[in-house]
């Protein structure tokens, strides 16, 4: 006999949060598709060369590695980006550009357990290649917000950014060299708070003087004509910066004239998504009463997505939705179920267990998720069984029904009972 | 540079596939669920003896099997059954049985590469967990039919057999210890022939009388009252046999009453299923224009799935969908595209792309999934995006488009071209 169990930062997902799961996918990709998104699908195991090289330290450490049967060096993926410039390297004469694809799958990372950190987990991303247009930039915004909306969420502030910037203060500064360490530091202001990062950056070697400029250019966040107008100031310390807030710019124009509320966007200097990667218009984005929580779907603009795998040059603009972050802000406003089913029917007598499937199936020709249980178990087990799993409606079926064409059909929820002559107005009953 | 590729029987899906695969499995799920079947999911990643002990010999070669950071032994799944066993034991206490599930994944087997093999494959399973009535047998048969009706497939055959009659029938030939073997080789029928057939028994030291009994009996098919009279004889053989007997009998019984077309299914002497966890009724799909894809869904029922986690006995019954199998049976008559968008808007002019944008918006917020292509290239190349892609409709939009609010949507089936003055209608053009 061998202990059921999962592995230490695994586990299984029950009917009732995979029905949430699987509900939000389905919303999501309904906008990546209305948006010309389409699907594609790579391998959960790699070459290890793949995956490592562009890796941070961190990852290296975090991959499951291990060699195969055939004693190639091989590891499970630990995102979907890299995966992707594999794919677009590989495939290259058998795609267009634009591509335009979304790909929502598991990863891997061997972290160190903690609550709410699994070592597999589901990512959803969707990403724009081949386009350097801004164009593409606020298409990834659209889809963000379409997606949110689609979900029923209202309050969300999608903050952005743009590398550009941060880039060319930090040469205006002199402070070139050590941008990737500046990025890591102010990336974790939410979490650290402006002291820590004060500290941080001195333990940089970088003078207070300095420290107080980044300070304020971190703290630099708003929307609209005045916003632009007091940042106006970053544009003369570099060509670069310049080009970085005129794109923003350019950004929250056609953010405007598409008529997206303007409380769902805002520009914030502090946004750097530590990712070496990506090289433009970054984003996050807050739940605005769920802020705890994280954000639930980042991005960002890359220059060189191929640099590893191809000298062709790949641009392109991307983002990820984190399924299990919205699971968590959307369970307990969702309806909890463990079943599709609509209906369950009751069986009343082992004998007219071949009438219960035939009302079932009746019932499903109308569009009714119908469940019939298997046995003529006692009635009361059987409602037991339906008030467990989450039907709406009970109905049972025996002889008397059959033989008087009358069914009786209990809500669930509120208990009210209706006799009800048929089928198909027992299907419009429910659907309504 | 690392070169771009994948492992040796691992694949990448590009969208045209993915698009293919995904609107099956949308169109699969959407019957599992009207049945009343629940998702769930279990990790990729497992403690290597929760999936060995049950595996045969050829399993644990195929396995992909390593040490992690940990120094656990673990491995990725090679089917998604022995999960589920798994997870039925170790969630025993939040699930209510029965427990109908569905789960649609990958799992890895290092089976040396071949043509039309892969190494990671997806696949998509149903069970009904916990019940013994044959009307949860009645519901597989139903469920496999429903799904193949969704996708417009009326030519198959589900053939059907019950272990305990092969089992029944093997003892009462004295060969009750040798029945794995049986199995085994009578399982090969369909690819090796009668012939080979008998040879392999009789290296099985079987005597060629009983070889010929043995021939005989996989010989038995048909359906309907004759039929069942002209094996009615093996029930007398031994109790398990008639029971096997009395159990096809009354599955036929519950199909026939859902008036399921009797075309559909049939018995069939000859399909054991090889895998030694099934004991009852057992199934298999054939195309009957395609038979040489194989069997597109199989399956059957088990005594005690559960066996090597707990002492709990749970039965169930559940099938296999080959989502890979049907891809390819159904390839030839789906239409090709490689975009879910059902029009591209062309961009005329640099100048209006925010308003190309904001048509894009507005057929969206009709239903029609829409792409607007990221720049102003040269009318010509964004047709021939279209082209390859598989827009249904383009529509060029530019500042006389925007001024005179007439716009010309161009059907790319047939060249036909349609001045329309308003977003609105153009949706109902292209819905209708």
Redesign the interface.
């Known amino acids: 006999?061998?202990?059921?169990?999962?592995?230490?930062g695994?586990?299984?997902?029950?009917?009732r949060e995979?029905?949430i799961?699987?509900d939000i996918i389905e919303k999501v990709v309904r906008v990546f598709?209305?948006?010309?998104?389409?699907?594609?699908?790579?391998?959960?195991?790699?070459?290890a060369?793949?995956l490592v090289?562009q890796g941070s330290e961190e990852i290296q450490?975090?991959l499951?590695r291990?060699?195969?049967?055939?004693d190639?060096d091989?590891a499970?993926r630990f995102d979907q980006t890299i995966p992707l410039?594999?794919?677009i390297?590989?495939?290259r004469s058998?795609?267009?550009l634009?591509f335009?694809?979304y790909a929502i799958g598991?990863v891997?990372r061997?972290e160190r357990a903690q609550k709410g950190r699994y070592r597999?987990f589901t990512q959803c991303d969707f990403d724009?290649i081949g386009?350097?247009?801004i164009?593409?930039d606020?298409?990834i915004v659209?889809v963000i917000k379409?997606s949110l909306y689609a979900l029923l969420i209202k309050d969300f502030t999608i903050l952005l950014n743009n590398r550009k910037i941060i880039n060319g203060f930090a040469s205006y500064l002199g402070l070139g060299d050590k941008i990737e360490d500046i990025l890591r530091v102010v990336d974790k202001i939410e979490k650290i708070g402006i002291d820590r990062v004060k500290e941080e950056l001195s333990l940089l070697e970088i003078e207070s003087g300095k420290i107080e400029k980044i300070i304020e250019f971190v703290s630099q966040k708003g929307i609209g004509a005045e916003f632009f107008k007091s940042i106006e100031c970053y544009k003369d310390f570099s060509e670069e910066s310049k080009q970085g807030i005129e794109e923003l710019e350019f950004l929250c124009?056609?953010l405007s004239?598409?008529e997206i509320d303007k409380r769902h966007y805002k520009i914030d200097f502090s946004i750097a998504r530590g990712l070496g990667y990506y090289t433009g218009i970054v984003y996050e984005t807050l739940l605005d009463k769920q802020k705890d929580i994280g954000s639930i779907c980042s991005g960002g603009r890359y220059d060189n997505l191929?640099q590893?795998?191809?000298?062709e040059k790949t641009s392109g603009v991307g983002a990820s939705i984190g399924i299990d972050r919205l699971i968590a802000a959307l369970e307990d406003d969702i309806e909890q179920k463990?079943?599709?089913?609509i209906v369950?029917i009751i069986v009343l007598q082992k004998e007219f267990?071949?009438?219960c499937?035939?009302v079932g199936?009746k019932l499903?020709s109308f569009g009714i998720?119908?469940?019939?249980?298997?046995?003529a178990l006692k009635a009361k087990k059987q409602f037991a069984?339906a008030n467990?799993?989450g039907h709406c409606y009970t109905m049972p079926v025996g002889e008397s029904e059959i033989k008087n064409g009358i069914f009786t059909i209990k809500n669930m929820k509120n208990g009210e009972q209706q006799e009800v002559s048929s089928i198909e107005d027992i299907a419009k009953i429910i659907k309504k």
């Open positions: 006999m061998v202990e059921a169990r999962t592995l230490s695994f586990r299984d997902r029950l009917p995979t029905l799961k699987h598709r209305s948006f010309g998104f389409a699907p594609i699908e790579t391998p959960h195991l790699e070459y060369d793949i090289k450490k975090e499951y291990f060699r195969d049967h055939g190639r091989v499970l410039a594999r794919f390297s590989q495939h058998d795609i267009t634009p335009k694809r598991n891997f061997g597999e724009f386009s350097d247009s164009g593409s606020a298409e659209q379409e124009e056609i004239s598409l191929t590893n795998f191809s000298k463990e079943t599709p089913a369950l267990i071949k009438e499937y035939r199936e499903r998720n119908t469940e019939v249980f298997p046995e069984y467990k799993k």
